[in-house]
């Protein structure tokens, strides 16, 4: 009695498995990266944050400018889109304030999702805000997004009167490549020490890229999702180093390789189903560096729940902003 599927022999047999674990791994990819891109739709609330900038631009109180002189930008035109917002809260509870850096792979900057709807929750809370909108793409250069946050952050400490702020205990919200920017700058290399300011008093990541997302290092069941992940590493290393230098790169983005005794209080959140940045590859692993070196932290991981979802509303991730902010104290 022959089992039908080695009926035509065993190499056959072979080519049958492998092709239906392409389609079906291909379909769950796509259906994936849909729904992702749906809890991105409803979660990261893009009203809320255009709202809140208009009302602010009524009141008169709205404040978008560059973060370089005209003689920096006059002299490396990449610099010229790199601008920093204000979002005052009405009634800030300190004049502590929080830095805001969207995502986008360092090929782009999302904060219409990931930025101003951020902003505008805080406001709420009480949270004074900024949103950094920092090279990208074609833009982007060796560790450039790290210098425009050291360089928004020395803009912020020359005009703390006008912001009515503080630069005491300031804090860091990075999703996705902007976790990156964040991780990386609140360590002592290509960080806060290079611009003679104080060192952030809390990190807080959104499903960050954190680590090297090889298929070696990082073997995936999937392999159009593993595919999905090492493209979007070496694009990120592309923009960044150029095409000479991706490996290197993506070695020297490697949050973990950074992290010291001194290293902020963190708070991270990721989701189970992200097939971008998946949280076993990063977020796991940063989890266990920062337990590795004592670092306090705290990580909430949220089943079923994918990449970009910014705010998270109407997701199980929802509230983590709250309890970030109770964690920063």
């Known amino acids: 009695m022959h089992f039908y599927l080695f009926a035509e022999g065993f190499t056959q047999a072979?080519?049958?498995?492998?092709?239906?674990?392409?389609?079906?791994?291909?379909?769950?990819?796509?259906?994936?990266?849909?729904r992702m891109y749906w809890c991105a739709h409803v979660g990261s609330d893009v009203k809320g944050g255009k709202e809140r900038m208009r009302s602010l631009r009524k009141e008169g109180r709205f404040v978008q400018m560059p973060v370089y002189s005209m003689?920096?930008?006059?002299?490396?035109?990449?610099?010229?889109?790199?601008?920093?917002?204000?979002?005052?809260?009405?009634?800030?509870?300190?004049?502590?304030?929080?830095?805001?850096l969207p995502g986008g792979g360092y090929a782009r900057v999302c904060a219409r999702h990931?930025?101003?709807?951020?902003?505008?929750?805080?406001?709420?809370?009480?949270?004074?805000?900024?949103?950094?909108?920092?090279?990208?793409?074609?833009?982007?250069?060796?560790?450039?997004?790290?210098?425009?946050?050291?360089?928004?952050?020395?803009?912020?400490?020359?005009?703390?009167?006008?912001?009515?702020?503080?630069?005491?205990?300031?804090?860091?919200?990075?999703?996705?490549?902007?976790?990156?920017?964040?991780?990386?700058?609140?360590?002592?290399?290509?960080?806060?020490?290079?611009?003679?300011?104080?060192?952030?008093?809390?990190?807080?990541?959104?499903?960050?890229?954190?680590?090297?997302?090889?298929?070696?290092?990082?073997?995936?069941?999937?392999?159009?999702?593993?595919?999905?992940?090492?493209?979007l590493s070496n694009r990120g290393s592309y923009h960044m180093f150029g095409l000479r230098h991706i490996k290197k790169g993506r070695q020297m983005l490697d949050v973990q390789k950074y992290i010291e005794d001194d290293y902020p209080k963190t708070f991270m959140f990721s989701g189970s189903w992200d097939v971008l940045v998946p949280a076993s590859r990063h977020a796991d692993v940063f989890d266990e560096a920062l337990t590795k070196a004592g670092v306090e932290h705290k990580y909430e991981k949220y089943f079923g729940v994918p990449h970009g979802i910014g705010l998270g509303k109407r997701t199980k991730a929802q509230g983590w902003l709250e309890r970030a902010v109770e964690y920063w104290g």
């Open 71 to 100: 003689e920096e930008m006059a002299k490396e035109k990449h610099k010229r889109d790199v601008r920093i917002v204000f979002f005052p809260a009405d009634k800030p509870r300190d004049k502590r304030f929080v830095i805001v």
């Open 114 to 231: 990931e930025g101003y709807p951020v902003a505008a929750e805080l406001n709420k809370m009480g949270v004074n805000a900024f949103v950094l909108e920092y090279r990208a793409g074609r833009d982007c250069a060796p560790f450039g997004p790290m210098e425009d946050l050291g360089i928004a952050l020395r803009f912020i400490q020359d005009n703390t009167d006008k912001f009515d702020v503080v630069m005491e205990d300031y804090g860091l919200i990075g999703f996705s490549a902007g976790g990156n920017v964040a991780g990386i700058f609140s360590s002592h290399k290509f960080g806060y020490l290079d611009y003679q300011v104080p060192r952030p008093g809390i990190l807080v990541l959104g499903y960050p890229w954190t680590c090297v997302n090889d298929w070696l290092s990082h073997p995936y069941w999937n392999i159009w999702i593993g595919l999905l992940g090492v493209w």
């Open 14 to 34: 072979l080519r049958t498995i492998l092709l239906v674990y392409l389609i079906l791994t291909f379909m769950f990819t796509v259906y994936s990266i849909a």
